[in-house]
């Protein structure tokens, strides 16, 4: 009976790793996949900004060298008639290195290394890079997905890998050009889905809700004409004007181009709120002003020169 028994023991430990593994490991796709990814791009001219929302998706293999990869394309909307081929990747067996081979190119580089533990470094097309962190987050399928924290020195940048996904700016790309941040363009992957399940959905997104967008919803055409920072650019400091209710309080947020809070406020007075100009760096920044009555959110942008 004891014998019987330290059998059953040691086949459920032989077995327990494995199913632990399987829980928690999502490989790197090789169909079915689709990433969407919104560029943000300063402008001139008014209105200052413009957005794009791209999207991605694995359509088929090809054969490279007497190796197999899968096609990245570009898709032009849903129906996925217009496709503008990108370059294709392949992933070794276990989905911890991954190698793209861009279309111009005459060799694959890698593109992603998800071995990484803090302190490691990796070449990418000539470029350092630097592991500073590792954590986790676990994704709308219910597995805890490896994330890494890859800072870029040449570039003075940083990246966010999430296994099995990819970068959280502009998947593919991002590793390959070394940044996903330039001076004029800025990307966010707002959703990643693979055989039709939303596996990751950008929450925080600032821009919109759900994984295509153009701007923030305004309440009405005429408010939104009729608000604006005053004066834009900014001098030593502007106002809000326009507001139709002198007195409804409002909640507000100022936001810079990329997206992410540099402040915010709640139950204020319109009339309150003040943007000074010291306390900014040079560039492209949004007011939002949330009406809570409505549900609904208005945005402002203003400009802060040298």
């Not at 759900?210 to 305004?218: D, P, R, S, T, Y």
């Not at 809070?261 to 002003?289: A, C, M, R, W």
């Amino acid at each position: 009976m004891k014998k019987n028994t330290f059998i059953l023991f040691f086949f459920l430990f032989a077995l327990l790793p494995n199913t632990i593994k399987t829980q928690n490991y999502f490989p790197f796709p090789s169909d079915s996949a689709t990433w969407y990814v919104l560029k943000v791009r300063g402008e001139m001219i008014p209105p200052y900004i413009s957005y794009y929302t791209y999207k991605y998706g694995v359509i088929g293999d090809t054969n490279i060298n007497g190796i197999t990869y899968h096609k990245i394309y570009g898709l032009k909307d849903s129906d996925s008639l217009y496709r503008s081929y990108q370059g294709a990747y392949r992933v070794v067996p276990d989905s911890s290195l991954v190698y793209f081979f861009y279309m111009e190119d005459s060799d694959e580089c890698l593109l992603y290394d998800y071995t990484l533990v803090p302190n490691d470094t990796i070449m990418i097309r000539g470029f350092q890079y630097v592991c500073v962190d590792t954590g986790s987050v676990v994704l709308n399928n219910n597995i805890s997905h490896k994330i890494q924290y890859m800072y870029v020195p040449g570039i003075d940048c940083m990246q966010k890998w999430v296994n099995g996904i990819g970068s959280l700016g502009i998947p593919f790309w991002e590793p390959y050009w070394g940044c996903s941040m330039s001076i004029d363009d800025v990307f966010f992957m707002t959703c990643f889905s693979y055989k039709n399940e939303m596996i990751y959905e950008w929450d925080s997104n600032p821009y919109f809700t759900g994984c295509v967008g153009n701007l923030f919803i305004g309440i009405e055409e005429n408010l939104a004409e009729r608000l604006q920072v005053v004066p834009n650019p900014v001098q030593d400091a502007s106002k809000l004007k326009g507001f139709p209710n002198n007195q409804q309080k409002i909640s507000y947020q100022v936001l810079d181009y990329s997206g992410r809070t540099i402040l915010q406020q709640s139950n204020v007075h319109y009339s309150d709120i003040e943007i000074k100009k010291n306390k900014f760096k040079p560039g492209i920044y949004f007011l939002k002003i949330n009406f809570e009555n409505l549900k609904k959110s208005e945005v402002v942008k203003f400009l802060i020169l040298n």
